[in-house]
């Protein structure tokens, strides 16, 4: 074990004993450790339902192609934490993530925080401290009162698609969740807005509008569109043409195109916006994996392995529509999701795409929801299922069955993380 994960396992004794999303001990204390929030590089803050990963790694290698030297911080992470924070262009080392973490523990003092909370303040400290050109920093739930959203004067702001999830915290309706995203606008700091559903556009809209936050919105200042083999991405300033995005699925061309809209409006061109498609790596979005036990299982059997950490209804229509995509194939799930999300809404675009659902509960995850659970709700949308006891088996299982078929290992970034430890 490393030493920051001892540091985190204490972190997580500290959480307060009622969640209540405020931004009262995130402020504290990056004021304790002297305010390094305010001293970030050129910060672009993204908030958004889905495609806030996908559109931030293709930013990032857009701006990386043009010689500069970017922050960025992301959650969570899947194989270990240090992949949340990179420095520079490189994953935090582990002695100056310790040190970090030790310092901020020590500075708390043992007062009441939350995991995300600390881990953010550690983050502000190694970018304030690293010299680079631009923070990317992606908002981890909701955006008006997010650990994340304490920058004064971001250099740019995004919001990505808005859907429903995280009920519980941001509101039942689209309109109350768009609310909350729009929470990272700033007063006269531009905001680049993703396609949308009308209800959460014109929320979005509105706050910018009260803000004087200049709008570079989907369908209005840019448009981007597939085209043969490529994708064609227009604004202002004029066309370009590219090839389809490296990360797999029609969706990713909305998210590069919200990404090229965030490029341009920086500054850059058409150089940048290539490399932001063709160069961008974001793991577990529709990731064939190459290596390790699991995938010796499935080629065994001539089975191709992919895996993906989508998890809610609208991640479920991303993942259908890169299957509908596809070389025809037989595709079987194996499927683990927590207890909070929406199930059968996650299942019900795969029903379409998937000839059978293998249920697990994710090994080590307390709010697993139970693979007896998934399974129900998969066979509620008219998907043959079965159980598990846990991925390994379930890929063995399949693959013997279904010689040459595609095995889909879905439903959870943890239950993804998990599968990339063992096959990374």
């Given at each position: 074990m490393d030493d920051s994960d001892a540091i985190l396992q204490r972190v997580m004794g500290l959480h307060p004993k009622i969640i209540d999303l405020s931004l009262d001990r995130m402020l504290r204390l990056l004021d304790d450790l002297g305010n390094p929030q305010d001293r970030l590089p050129s910060v672009i803050h993204i908030a958004g339902t889905n495609g806030k990963g996908s559109t931030q790694a293709m930013i990032r290698a857009g701006l990386e192609a043009a010689g500069k030297r970017v922050h960025a911080y992301t959650s969570p992470h899947l194989a270990r934490f240090h992949e949340r924070i990179r420095l520079a262009g490189d994953l935090i080392p582990e002695p100056e993530l310790s040190?970090?973490?030790?310092?901020?523990?020590?500075?708390?003092?043992?007062?009441?925080?939350?995991?995300?909370?600390?881990?953010?303040?550690?983050?502000?400290?190694?970018?304030?401290?690293?010299?680079?050109?631009?923070?990317?920093?992606?908002?981890?739930?909701?955006g008006r009162l997010d650990a994340t959203n304490v920058v004064a004067q971001p250099a740019l702001?995004?919001?990505?698609?808005?859907?429903?999830?995280?009920?519980?915290?941001?509101?039942e309706t689209l309109p109350e969740i768009a609310g909350e995203k729009a929470g990272i606008l700033k007063r006269r700091v531009p905001v680049v807005i993703a396609r949308q559903q009308d209800e959460a556009l014109a929320v979005i809209e509105d706050r910018a509008a009260r803000l004087g936050a200049p709008i570079i919105a989907y369908g209005q200042q840019w448009q981007?569109?597939?085209?043969?083999?490529?994708?064609?991405?227009?604004?202002?300033?004029?066309?370009?043409?590219?090839?389809?995005?490296?990360?797999?699925?029609?969706?990713?061309?909305?998210?590069?195109?919200?990404?090229?809209?965030?490029?341009?409006?920086?500054g850059f061109g058409a150089t940048e916006a290539q490399a932001a498609v063709t160069r961008a790596e974001w793991p577990a979005r529709m990731q064939r994996l190459k290596h390790g036990p699991l995938v010796d299982i499935a080629a065994a059997h001539g089975c191709e392995l992919w895996l993906d950490g989508g998890h809610n209804p609208a991640g479920g229509e991303a993942v259908a529509a890169t299957l509908a995509g596809m070389a025809r194939k037989p595709t079987h799930l194996i499927c683990g999701m927590l207890n909070t999300k929406d199930v059968a809404g996650y299942l019900r675009p795969l029903a379409r795409q998937a000839q059978s659902l293998t249920a697990v509960s994710i090994p080590g995850e307390a709010n697993t929801l139970p693979a007896e659970a998934t399974r129900d709700s998969a066979l509620s949308v008219?998907?043959?299922?079965?159980?598990?006891?846990?991925p390994g088996s379930a890929v063995a299982d399949l693959a013997a069955a279904h010689p040459g078929a595609r095995l889909l290992i879905c439903g959870s970034l943890y239950l993804a993380g998990m599968v990339l430890r063992e096959n990374g």
């Open positions: 040190s970090i973490l030790t310092e901020i523990e020590d500075v708390n003092a043992n007062r009441p925080i939350t995991f995300f909370e600390l881990t953010t303040a550690a983050a502000f400290l190694a970018f304030a401290r690293t010299p680079a050109d631009y923070t990317l920093l992606e908002v981890g739930l909701g702001t995004i919001i990505t698609p808005v859907s429903v999830d995280h009920t519980q915290y941001l509101g981007v569109a597939p085209e043969a083999d490529g994708m064609i991405f227009q604004d202002d300033h004029g066309l370009i043409d590219l090839p389809r995005p490296n990360l797999p699925g029609p969706h990713q061309i909305d998210n590069a195109g919200t990404a090229i809209a965030a490029l341009r409006a920086l008219g998907l043959a299922a079965t159980t598990a006891p846990d």
